[in-house]
């Protein structure tokens, strides 16, 4: 059964740090483009992090040089360090995961990350 479970969300003041997880079950991680995306209230959701099946990451110009994406694929996991935290940053985040051997999206149900100023 395909399922992918996200946390590591929460509050965390301006400047500090998170990690987000994501394990990703059902057999589906690889080959796959593995994402992390967001949603503030009241806006559409939006691409934040990217990485392909061969470790290619590309990154939403608004977090670029902040947050990292990365994948073990032993393991069932993708991640999302994010540092120098901003408020923009507060939004559900959610990990989503495009197989190519399915030819299918799936996505997790999204953890909150608040960044108080």
């Known amino acids: 059964q395909v399922r992918l479970e996200e946390s590591g969300g929460g509050l965390v003041q301006a400047g500090g740090s998170l990690r987000l997880s994501c394990v990703v079950s059902?057999?589906?991680?690889?080959?796959?483009?593995l994402g992390w995306h967001r949603q503030a209230s009241g806006n559409q959701r939006e691409l934040v992090a990217r990485?392909?099946?061969?470790?290619?990451?590309t990154y939403a110009d608004s977090v670029a040089g902040r947050f990292t994406i990365s994948r073990d694929n032993d393991k069932n996991m993708m991640f999302l360090q994010m540092n120098s935290l901003k408020p923009d940053d507060t939004a559900v985040y959610f990990c989503?995961?495009?197989?190519?051997?399915?030819?299918?999206?799936?996505w997790g149900k999204g953890t909150l990350v608040t960044v108080s100023s």
């Open positions: 990485i392909t099946t061969d470790g290619l990451a």
């Open positions: 059902g057999g589906i991680i690889s080959p796959a483009v």
């Open positions: 989503n995961v495009f197989s190519y051997s399915r030819g299918e999206d799936y």
